[in-house]
């Protein structure tokens, strides 16, 4: 399997902060690897797929990179609309697996 | 625009079968991949299994003896069978769609919370 580990699991941010997410895989995972934002009771949203490609729709200060093992998810500005979950999730093996999730709170 | 929605019983006993149905509305079910994902209570997102539109399917090994995914294309649905539930089966589930394999979940549909209590 490969696991996916994000970092940090959680953290406090003030409106305009930016904000980097990490995630990793145990293995190479070349650039399948997706990010989600996910709010209280709601279904996860994608927000990047391919590591570095904005779903349509997202802001542009949502930004992804990274390839093979380390992968991170910037949010340039904070806004309170973005105070949420984060998780990433591997596409690459025939095992899909997601990262534990990283929560985004209002400091 | 493609829609899911998930449906079924919010409350399964222990050792019976949990079931759901994701209805897909606004496209077809043919030509992507559809899966099943589950989200215990303050835990992270968990992927069950997935079928193709064809019939074929692939799991995750720790539900493998105990899930099977069907689908049925003429009422634009698949469904989920998990066995011999016990109360770590408690989660919200979700469907979502998959273009093609090593493709992003989108869209997922609302999620439907089922808990196992006797």
């Known amino acids: 399997d490969i696991q996916m580990t994000q970092s940090p699991s959680s953290l406090s941010a003030s409106v305009g902060d930016r904000v980097t997410i990490t995630c990793r895989a145990s293995q190479s995972i070349r650039s399948y690897l997706n990010w989600y934002q996910q709010k209280p009771g709601k279904a996860p949203k994608l927000l990047m797929y391919s590591a570095s490609n904005l779903q349509s729709g997202v802001p542009s200060r949502f930004s992804g990179s990274g390839s093979g093992t380390d992968f991170t998810l910037t949010i340039s500005s904070l806004q309170p609309e973005d105070y949420a979950t984060y998780h990433c999730?591997?596409?690459?093996?025939?095992?899909?697996?997601f990262g534990q999730g990283t929560r985004l709170d209002i400091k | 625009q493609v829609q899911l929605q998930e449906s079924g019983p919010g409350l399964v006993k222990p050792s019976e079968t949990l079931s759901l149905t994701c209805t897909v509305s606004g496209g077809s079910i043919s030509s992507y991949y559809w899966s099943w994902i589950r989200q215990p209570p303050g835990k992270g997102l968990e992927w069950i299994g997935y079928i193709y539109y064809s019939g074929s399917t692939n799991y995750n090994p720790s539900f493998e003896s105990r899930v099977t995914i069907s689908i049925d294309t003429s009422k634009n649905q698949f469904s989920l069978k998990l066995s011999s539930v016990t109360a770590t089966d408690t989660a919200v589930y979700y469907c979502?769609?998959?273009?093609?394999?090593?493709?992003?979940?989108?869209?997922w549909g609302q999620g439907i919370r089922v808990t196992v209590s006797s």
């Open positions: 979502a769609r998959r273009e093609m394999s090593g493709s992003p979940f989108d869209p």
């Open positions: 999730q591997q596409s690459y093996g025939t095992l899909i697996t």
